[in-house]
């Protein structure tokens, strides 16, 4: 039964999304994989540092069972009316809170249970699943990072819940986001004794993947700072020498937020690259931050020319695979109505197949590419490649008997940026 929410509401406009058009030999749907988070659009009530809730939902307030069902609905009308084919919860977005584990559970079962029966009526499929262990007060020092091991246990049963209820849905991913893993003040932090308790953590959750034979990619999201003052999982490049010293690296992959790349002080694709060239990304979190504001602004994404960039090195890399485009991103306070969530998520798939579009007339054209060849085409000569296998005497004897002296050549910078601005 229709609940009414989207009464009177236009239709999304898109002027280059359509899901059907090939790009590279595939579907441009298939490429993006674009996905709707349940805690921005249906969670999140307008609060602010300064100010409480601005929006007024009929399911509100979430602390029962009939009006998640509602938001479910609703959730799914919306899906529909994007086409979109994947969306994401936490936990605690679309369950009614109990306050323990044993309540939380069963609310959790009973809820999934009610949007497997409504995946089955609709296209949209689950990209992730994750554990929300960062609103309630008890997860204040942390989760599984947390110095009381309680928390630790709750934690672990809190993961277990979600990964059940991921794979019972046909989550293609399984996110953990480190929220509250960091620290306020080093001057009550054991940090060498919290990463050991994550990596640990980390390893119990790949295990548990195994042992319920859950297909989907472990992925672990990046971001510096926000809640906590330090987040141990600050960038691409921290998580994967975490990753590696739990000896992680072939297990877990990426999921990389562009908000979060901002608050790292890097470019999105900054982190793109830094992933993809370990073979590393997994999934993208496609946002924006104010760049006045310096906080995690969580914008839809409305710069083609920055997304254009990103969709250049997942395409360069090979895609998206099991991984997805998740709108990670909220309406403003003041964005009231039903009609602002459509025209929200529209533009940012628009804004996002614009950048798939320029991103994959740039590898048609192969301008970057051969300037990237040309640029690197002296470690072409087998003199060069040897080198590498050689040692610093052997090399010194070479420059001093050929008498190398290197002449600096152009980086070409504002050319290259020349180029990139024809197809944006
Ligand atoms: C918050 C994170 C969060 C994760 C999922 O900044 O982006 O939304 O994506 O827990
Ligand atoms: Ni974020
Ligand atoms: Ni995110």
Redesign the pocket.
């Known amino acids: 039964m229709a609940t009414g929410f989207f009464d009177g509401v236009n239709a999304a406009e898109f002027h280059h999304y359509n899901p059907d058009e090939i790009v590279m030999g595939k579907r441009m749907e298939d490429h993006l994989r674009f996905a709707v988070?349940y805690?921005h659009s249906f969670a999140w009530e307008g609060q602010d540092p300064f100010g409480g809730q601005t929006f007024i939902r009929p399911w509100h307030p979430q602390d029962d069972m009939g009006r998640a069902k509602m938001k479910a609905d609703v959730a799914f009308e919306m899906f529909d009316l994007l086409n979109v084919p994947f969306f994401c919860w936490?936990d605690a977005d679309i369950r009614p809170e109990q306050g323990n584990f044993a309540d939380n559970l069963n609310t959790l079962n009973e809820i999934t249970d009610y949007i497997g029966e409504k995946m089955e009526g609709s296209k949209t499929g689950l990209l992730w699943g994750?554990a929300?262990m960062f609103s309630d007060r008890r997860w204040m020092s942390g989760a599984s990072t947390n110095p009381d091991p309680d928390v630790f246990a709750f934690a672990a049963a809190t993961v277990k819940s979600c990964m059940d209820a991921t794979h019972k849905l046909g989550g293609q991913n399984y996110?953990l986001?480190g929220?509250r893993e960091g620290y306020e003040t080093l001057l009550n932090t054991d940090m060498g004794q919290e990463l050991d308790h994550m990596g640990r953590f980390l390893s119990m959750v790949v295990d548990y993947k195994h042992k319920i034979g859950f297909e989907g990619q472990i992925l672990v999201?990046p971001?510096p700072q926000e809640p906590s003052k330090h987040q141990y999982d600050y960038d691409a490049a921290t998580c994967i020498g975490f990753l590696r010293k739990y000896g992680l690296e072939d297990e877990v992959k990426l999921n990389l937020?562009q908000g979060?790349a901002i608050l790292a002080g890097h470019s999105f694709e900054h982190e793109l690259a830094v992933a993809t060239s370990e073979g590393m990304l997994g999934s993208i979190?496609m946002n924006r931050n104010d760049y006045q504001s310096g906080w995690?602004t969580d914008q839809f994404p409305n710069n083609v020319p920055e997304v254009a960039l990103c969709y250049y090195h997942i395409l360069k890399a090979g895609g998206l695979g099991q991984g997805g485009t998740n709108f990670?991103a909220k309406l403003r306070r003041q964005s009231l109505d039903a009609q602002d969530l459509i025209d929200g998520h529209a533009g940012g798939m628009d804004v996002c197949a614009r950048g798939l579009k320029a991103a994959a007339a740039m590898i048609e054209d192969g301008g970057l590419e051969s300037a990237l060849q040309q640029r690197y085409a002296g470690w072409e000569m087998p003199v060069a490649k040897a080198m590498l296998e050689s040692d610093l005497s052997s090399i010194t004897k070479r420059v001093l008997a050929e008498g190398i002296t290197p002449e600096p050549r152009s980086g070409r910078q504002e050319a290259l940026e020349n180029y990139v601005n024809k197809f944006v």
């Open positions: 988070a805690w936490h994750t929300n996110v986001w929220g999201e971001k937020e979060h979190d995690d990670d």
